[in-house]
Structures are given as C-alpha cells and as structure tokens.
C-alpha cells in the first residue's frame, strides 16, 4: 500500500514558489472569506432585531438560501471561465466587484430594507461563486511541486480563521451601523488589493466553451471526472468533510440546549474551538506532507473525527471535555482533508483544471444540503437526541476511514 502520491507527468509547477503573489492570494481570500461571514451574520442578526419573532426565523432561513443558491447556479460556469481566461484576472475581476456590492449591503442596513440586504447578499455570493474555483486553481500555479501541500494547509487554515473571525466580529458590530460599513468596506478595498498583486498568469484553455445551465453542465464535468479513479474518490472524500461539518455546525446549537442545557451563546466556544481545531489539523497536515502528498493520514484523520464525535455522546455532563472533544475533532478533520484537496489539485488537468474545482463546489453545496436532510431525519423522524446524532455521525465517520483504507492503493 502506498503512503503518498507522486506528480503525475501531465501537471507543470513553477520552478519556485511566487511568494508575493501566494501571499497575496491569502490576503484577497482571508478578506474575501471575513467579509463573506461578517455580512451573513449582521443580516441574520438585523433581521432577528427588525422583525417579530415567526417572521424572523422565515427571513434568516431565507438569508441563508439566497447565500447558497448562487454556488448552485454559477459554480460551473465559473470554473469553466477560470480555464478559459487567466485565473489572476479572473479573481481581480470578481473583487472588482466586491466594494459596490458592500456599498449595497451598507444601504441596506442604513435604509432597513430587507429587499436591498437580500439583493447584497445573493450579489456577495455570486461574486464568491466566481472567485472560488479560480482561487484554488491558481494555487497549482503560484507554488512549486513540494510546498502545494504546505500552500494548501495554509490557505484551509486561514480561510477558517477568517469564517470564524468574521463571524464574532459581525456579532460584535451589528448594533453599531457606522462601525460595520466602515469595517466592511475596508475589508473589501483590501481583498481588492490583494487581487491585483496577484501576478497573472496565461489562460489554460482559451478554448474553453462556456454553459450556464448547472444541471448538464455537471453531467459533462461528472463524466471527465469519472475515468480518474484518484480524483472521483478524492472529489467524494472532500464532500463527506462538508458533510460531517455541516451536521456538525447545525446540531452543535441542539446539543448546547437540549444536552448541555446551557445557553445557546455557548455554541458559539464550541463552534470556535472547532474551527481552530481544523485550521491546527490542516497545518499539522501540510507540515506532515513535506515534499508529497502523504495520504496514509487519511484514515487516521476520519476514525480520529469519528473518535472525538462518539466522545461528544459521552461527554454531555462536561463543557470542557465537549470543547476538547470539539478542538480534536477539527483537528483530524484538517488532516484528514489537506490531502485530498491537494491531490485534486493535482490530478486534474490543467486545461480542465478550473472545471473540475468547480464541480467540487457544488458537491460541497449538496453535501452540506444533505447534513441538513440527514438531521431532519434523524432528529425529526427517527426523534434522535443531538447527542444520538453524533453518535451516528461518528460511526459514519469510522465506516468512512474503513472505505478509505480500502481505496488508498488506487490513489498512487
């Protein structure tokens, strides 16, 4: 059985790293993925402030679908353009939208116009949707060969970083209109910036035919995918970690009333302790990496998830022991991740490669739709305790280091 995976011959790296433009690319994305959050988090919370309690639980459930709808549509067109024109140019492209959006979202709020927040919100995420498959195609060509796994972890952990950070701070912020607009606003003047010190690069596929409609264009990327046995198993591991981190986010809440019995602002540690836990995984995983991609880690990072998971079913008297539990289970989910994500990197091929990055998003999407389907139907059919329900994804989590094992050999 093989422990790590070698470049195949079709993939070109730069003979050294560019540091300027990958840290660069680390600042437009951390920027990019805080604003992201913060402006998510003060619709969600202004919303609850402006309206009746029923009506506010409609609108942020709404608030979270006018997000996510975007990925749906665009992702696949998106990685077809950052195959057809220069990735570099792609992302200046998107933040050059990034600041008017804000601005939207600012009136919005200043006005307390639900209708204007909502068309902010699906215009920040459509913007996002565009950037993403260009950004983690760009990384193949900004990095040489033995520091991509390392570039990877960095880039996983600070964009986790940046989720929660934008997230405590938008809770932080949204009573004070003048802070967050001003805040807001900044952050995405330096996204902007941080894109165009990104050094460009050539168009891979100028080629490239460009589809709108999701549904066909997904079967032809399905079918590219599908004679590379490496990549489609690479591209289903990374959904189950959405998976398992969407399951993860949502009953977290339910787990801290109805188990803890604490307040709800207590989900907010263990949210934490979980997002610092991958960003510590996923530099432990590039540091482990070295020079290849060092997939033997893989099953030790899904049965080390699936172990701290079935302890959260045990530890339901002990916050500490639930905060620890939460931290180690980010933290081999960061290791059991940064491989696969690089090998995709790697695997696909550079003409395709914006495509195929692009079909991970949306899996991504659907995954993260169907730990919301697998909690209605264990917490609301089967009338699962939260407890029971990390319980059951843990043993998923063991099944899926035992598949893994089975699988690694074909990874070489």
Known sequence: MSDSTHIPNHVSFPLRTDKRSFWALMLTQFCGA??????????ALLLVRWMSAEDAKTWVAVSGAVFAIPFLLFSLASGRIADR????????????????????VIAGVYLEQVGVLMTGLFLLASQSAFFSPAKYGLLPELC??????????????????????????????????????????S????????????KNGPAMNPQQLLRWNPLPDFLANWKLI??????????LAVSFFWFAGGVTHLNLFLYVDQVL???????????????????????????????????????LGSCGMGLFLLDLYFSNDSLIRSLADC???????????????????????????????????LLSF?????????????????????????????VLCFVMGGVILQFLPSLK
């Open 327 to 361: 931290f180690l289970m980010g933290a081999f989910a960061g290791l059991y991740v940064i491989p696969f994500n690089t090998l995709i990197q790697l695997r696909s091929p550079e003409r395709e490669r914006g495509r195929i990055l692009s079909t991970v998003g």
């Open 85 to 104: 024109w220069s990735k570099a140019r792609v992302m200046l492209l998107a933040k050059l939208f990034d600041l008017p959006i804000v601005l939207i």
């Open 187 to 198: 952050i995405a003047l330096a996204s902007f910036v941080g894109a165009c010190l990104v």
């Open 226 to 235: 599908q004679p590379h046995p490496a990549l489609r198993k690479s591209i």
């Open 366 to 394: 659907v995954a993260i739709l169907g730990a919301s389907a697998f909690l209605w139907a264990m917490g609301g059919m089967a009338g699962a305790a939260p407890d029971h329900i990390f319980l059951a994804l843990g």
């Open 261 to 299: 019995r604490l307040p709800e602002k207590m989900a907010g540690f263990l949210l934490s302790a979980v997002v610092i836990g991958i960003a510590t995984g996923s530099l432990l995983a590039g540091r482990l990496s070295k020079e290849k991609i060092q997939t033997k880690w893989v099953p």
């Open 34 to 43: 805080f604003n992201d959050n913060l402006v998510k988090i003060v619709v």
């Open 144 to 185: 040489s060969e033995k520091e991509l796994a390392s570039s990877n972890a960095l880039l996983n952990a600070s964009t986790f970083v940046a989720i929660l950070s934008g997230s405590v701070v938008g809770a932080w912020v949204s009573g004070d209109y003048h802070r967050f607009a001003f805040l807001s606003g």
